[in-house]
């Protein structure tokens, strides 16, 4: 009979002492499946789709073509996966409630007392009560402010500083504003034309092709400017060259709506057969601005912007000399218009209408509200867009589909709305404003943020 042999726990207790483990040798195999994790699943944001099937291309030159490309996309997408750990080095913050607390039960000056003194001098309220009511723009640095009072009063003003620019008068009826390509130029839509001014308030150019515009929209990445108004003509103008691009006429009257999307610079027009307020919220930053009849407000809504800015895009600490070369390059790389279109085979005809300067014809037609629209939004991807119209509804549309997800109720019409970079959602009515999360792809019980403007304000 054969007797097992019991293994030896004293040498196996000494070879184990002998033989220590490197300390950390565990935690960095983990540290490197993590990493390896994070970097996969940040590939997967970089991804513009499937890759092109080259196998049933019988055409050697075109297959080998297509390859090479596929692979240059391919390591495209893995240098920006990879840089994207050294360029976003900060996570955006959130309001957050205890308890039974409720996060749009919070005052602005509860907020205040929380958060350290840089950010809350971003928070303020700039009293005009007599040349309002006020529109308020920002570049895509969001580090320049325009404000338009109906009254005629311009400014140009470095908001985080505190800081004027430029300031004028032009003893005219100012219906709406637009920063250009960055803060050097601005257009205004004044009683009868467009008129271009400099960031030292001098007048360059009259734009006498835009007559009675109520609302205007700059492509950045075309240098256009798209005006639409009181005659229902939607007129498209390159600003680095002065030429007329595209005129179509609606057909649908007048219209003081006029949004783009930004993935596809496509125009959304809201029609009557349909500005009190404006809310807008500023790149890269936890600020919303309210413009109204009494002046301006800055509000903060933690978890509004990206945290950090893409120097490509926009560089708010950009200097004068890098500016200059960025205006060149952007001249440089600027698109052709004939490249803003939808997919034809998603293009249906289903009163928001969809444009671009190929077509004499709207794009889509959407009936989304019964009676006029009096406010637009689209989101950054260009997933979602949100309307509002006079029957008191506020309404989350699928681009892609171009069908309603779900719809909410103001008390008042909504007059303004506004999409942040991180998908928060700014509604604007009466003197109130409010602030929803995640509201674009479920639907929201409750907002997130409110706020009641100043009395008498609207």
């Not at 867009?385 to 681009?399: I, L, R």
Request: hydrophobic share 35%; glycine share 6%; proline share 5%.
């Amino acid at each position: 009979m054969v007797k097992k042999s019991e293994p030896n726990t004293q040498n196996a207790e000494r070879s184990s002492m002998d033989v220590p483990e490197k300390p950390g040798r565990k935690s960095s195999k983990k540290n490197i499946r993590e990493k390896a994790d994070e970097l996969t699943v940040r590939i997967e944001k970089f991804k513009r789709g499937p890759q092109a099937p080259v196998r049933h291309i019988k055409d050697k030159k075109l297959r080998g073509q297509l390859r090479a490309s596929e692979l240059l996309v391919s390591d495209a997408v893995l240098s920006a996966a990879k840089a994207e750990q050294w360029l976003l080095p900060a996570e955006a913050g959130t309001l957050e409630a205890e308890g039974m607390e409720r996060t749009y039960r919070f005052q602005q000056v509860e907020i205040l007392k929380e958060i350290e003194t840089v950010s809350a001098q971003k928070a303020f309220d700039l009293s005009l009560p007599t040349l309002g009511p006020y529109h308020l723009k920002y570049t895509r640095s969001g580090r320049h402010a325009l404000l338009g009072g109906r009254q005629g009063h311009l400014a140009i003003m470095e908001w985080g500083r505190a800081h004027l620019v430029t300031e004028l008068q032009v003893k005219e009826t100012t219906r709406d504003i637009a920063f250009l390509h960055n803060e050097t130029f601005f257009a205004a839509a004044q009683k009868k034309h467009v008129y271009i001014y400099d960031k030292r308030g001098l007048e360059v150019h009259c734009l006498r092709d835009h007559n009675e515009v109520h609302a205007m929209q700059f492509l950045p990445y075309h240098f256009l400017l798209a005006t639409i108004g009181k005659p229902g003509v939607l007129v498209y103008q390159d600003t680095s060259t002065g030429q007329m691009v595209a005129e179509h006429k609606t057909k649908l009257g007048r219209c003081d709506v006029l949004q783009q999307n930004p993935w596809n610079a496509v125009l959304c027009a809201g029609h009557h057969n349909g500005v009190v307020e404006n809310v807008t919220f500023c790149p890269y930053d936890d600020v919303l601005g309210v413009g109204h009849s009494k002046g301006v407000t800055s509000l903060i809504i933690p978890g509004a912007g990206e945290p950090n800015f893409d120097s490509f895009v926009a560089n708010p600490y950009m200097t004068v000399k890098q500016r200059r070369e960025q205006e060149v390059h952007q001249l440089l790389d600027k698109l052709n218009p004939s490249m803003i279109q939808l997919d034809p085979d998603n293009v249906g005809h289903v009163r928001v209408t969809m444009w671009s300067p190929n077509s004499s014809g709207p794009l889509v037609q959407m009936l989304c509200h019964q009676g006029p629209i009096k406010a637009i939004a689209v989101d950054m991807e260009g997933y979602h867009m949100v309307t509002a119209g006079q029957d008191k509804q506020v309404k989350v549309w699928d681009v892609r589909t171009y069908k309603p997800i779900h719809n909410y109720f103001s008390a008042a019409p909504a007059v303004s709305l506004d999409i942040s970079q991180r998908r928060l959602l700014a509604v604007g009515y009466s003197g109130h404003v409010q602030v929803w999360k995640d509201a674009l792809n479920q639907k929201a019980t409750a907002p997130y943020m409110n706020h009641h403007l100043p009395p008498g304000a609207k």
